[in-house]
Antibody, heavy 117, light 107 residues
Framework: QMQLQESGPGLVKPSETLSLTCAVS?????????WSWVRQPPGKGLEWIGE???????TYSPSLRSRVAILVDRSKNKLSLKLTSVTAADTAAYYC??????????WGQGTLVTVSS | DIQMTQSPSSLSASVGDSVTITCRAS??????LNWYQQKPEKAPKLLIS???SLQSGVPSRFSGSGSGTDFTLTISGLQPEDFATYYC?????????FGQGTKVEIK
């Protein structure tokens, strides 16, 4: 059974960089899948941030493209998310997700990141 | 971007009722439409992919239909564990976009 586990700081200061890691177990990140990050502000809906293929090809949401980077470390079976110049609007639960045939089939439990000084 | 609009935003129903949630895309997405269920403080769970394909382990009281721009999720015979928020999501192109969610509450 595939499992995804997000980790990273729960509190980030405004203007700094949010950095999260997702550890994948029960399967190889190098299989032919895309891996996505999705976020959800408290009490609000879901927002797709972007996705990465195991070969490093990425696609990002246009609204975040200038500030976001998604990377994959095949040797560690992990992916990461970096979001620069954060503001309070970036406060959200961040989910690591496997994309299979265009749908999101495996989700991490999510990690809440609060942007505050 | 393809806009996904769900209706209603919320509904109240009783155990045993049948409910239907609709999702409309701002342009055709063929059948690239997925449905997720989310319970409080939990990650979303995939229920239906490709507009109508029920995921393994999902009860058969859940069903999806539609193509093009208009889609529905039907729950036939609500159970206590079905009270949750439901999201549609298009996977036709990027950016992947979600509907705003429909909260199904107990009447």
């Amino acid at each position: 059974q595939m499992q995804l586990q997000e980790s990273g700081p729960g509190l980030v200061k405004p203007s700094e960089t949010l950095s999260l890691t997702c550890a994948v177990s029960g399967g190889s990140i190098s299989n032919s899948h895309w891996w996505s990050w999705v976020r959800q502000p408290p009490g609000k809906g879901l927002e797709w941030i972007g996705e990465i293929y195991h070969n490093g090809s990425t696609t990002y949401s246009p609204s975040l493209r200038s500030r976001v980077a998604i990377l994959v470390d095949r040797s560690k079976n992990k992916l990461s998310l970096k979001l620069t110049s954060v503001t309070a609007a970036d406060t959200a639960a961040y989910y690591c997700v496997r994309t299979f045939a265009s749908h999101f089939d495996y989700w991490g439990q999510g990690t809440l990141v609060t942007v505050s000084s | 971007d393809i806009q996904m609009t769900q209706s209603p935003s919320s509904l109240s129903a009783s155990v045993g009722d049948s409910v239907t949630i609709t999702c409309r895309a701002s342009q055709t997405i063929r059948n690239y439409l997925n449905w997720y269920q989310q319970k409080p403080e939990k990650a979303p769970k995939l229920l239906i992919s490709g507009a109508s394909s029920l995921q393994s382990g999902v009860p058969s009281r859940f069903s999806g239909s539609g193509s093009g721009t208009d889609f529905t999720l039907t729950i036939s015979g609500l159970q206590p564990e079905d009270f949750a928020t439901y999201y549609c999501q298009q996977s036709y192109n990027t950016p992947r976009t979600f509907g705003q969610g429909t909260k199904v509450e107990i009447k």
